[in-house]
């Protein structure tokens, strides 16, 4: 069973950067043969999306909530996702996912969580005030 692995959390004040990291479990399971993503889970919210990358990595989508501040890259070389994340709020503050669909063309609802297969156990992001 394959699992990505997110590491990178940790505790920040507001306006400090940080950046997340996904990676697979297993070598065979190679990041860029899929579109990938970030979702994040705040206490008592529902989990939201953050942002993707397309499978080509040609194409980038972001939530509004977070757009010019955050961004998914992908290197292909180290089999890793990650997300690169810019003056942080208190708002930012949630477990962060990372995920990776099955793509065999057409068109993804990126922003869904029902078009992801494999997720993270995920990793805490705490901004202080």
């Known amino acids: 069973q394959v699992q990505l692995v997110e590491s990178g959390g940790g505790l920040v004040q507001a306006g400090a950067s940080l950046r997340l990291s996904c990676a697979a479990s297993?070598?065979?399971?190679?990041?860029?043969?899929?579109?990938m993503a970030w979702f994040r889970q705040a206490p008592g919210k529902e989990r939201e999306f953050v942002a993707a990358?397309?499978?080509?990595?040609?194409?980038?989508y972001y939530a509004h909530s977070v757009k010019g501040r955050f961004t998914i890259s992908r290197d292909n070389a180290k089999n890793t996702v990650y997300l690169h994340m810019n003056s942080l709020k208190s708002e930012d503050t949630a477990i962060y996912y990372c995920?990776?669909?099955?793509?065999?063309?057409?068109?993804?609802?990126?922003?869904?969580?029902?078009?992801?297969?494999?997720w993270g156990q995920g990793t805490q992001v705490t901004v202080s005030s």
């Open positions: 995920a990776a669909a099955p793509w065999r063309g057409g068109t993804l609802t990126y922003s869904s969580t029902q078009t992801y297969r494999y």
């Open positions: 297993t070598r065979t399971f190679t990041l860029s043969n899929y579109p």
């Open positions: 990358l397309s499978w080509s990595g040609g194409n980038t």
